[in-house]
Nanobody, 122 residues
Framework: QVQLVESGGGSVQPGGSLSLSCAASGFTFSNYCMYWVRQPPGKGLEWVSAISTAGGSTYYADSVKCRFTISRDNAKNTLYLQMNSLKSEDTAIYSC???????????????WGQGTQVTVSS
């Protein structure tokens, strides 16, 4: 079955960096657009970033543009999110998500992981 397992979260001071990973299994990873989403405390789910199947196209929410970098290694079935210049408002549970359709970027997710906590605080 489809599994998405995030890792790499933690606590960091404002201005710091963290690198998240998402290990995917149970589907042909290279056939699907992938996403990072986050849920801040007490708020709803927010889209953070997206990446095309081969990794050639990437997209970011305005709130993280120029600070976060999404990437993927299809040989390792792994999605990444490099987060730099972190701010307190980046505090959230970060999850990776799989597009519902192969080869398309529908922005509709059919599976997502349990998430990893990122806390930015001084």
């Amino acid at each position: 079955q489809v599994q998405l397992v995030e890792s790499g979260g933690g606590s960091v001071q404002p201005g710091g960096s963290l690198s998240l990973s998402c290990a995917a299994s149970g589907f042909t990873f290279s056939n699907y657009c992938m996403y990072w989403v986050r849920q801040p405390p007490g708020k709803g789910l927010e889209w953070v970033s997206a990446i095309s199947t081969a990794g050639g196209s990437t997209y970011y929410a305005d709130s993280v543009k120029c600070r976060f970098t999404i990437s993927r290694d299809n040989a390792k079935n792994t999605l990444y999110l490099q987060m730099n210049s972190l701010k307190s408002e980046d505090t959230a549970i970060y999850s990776c998500a799989k597009d519902s359709r192969p080869g398309l970027q529908t922005s509709k997710y059919d599976y997502w992981g349990q998430g990893t906590q990122v806390t930015v605080s001084s």
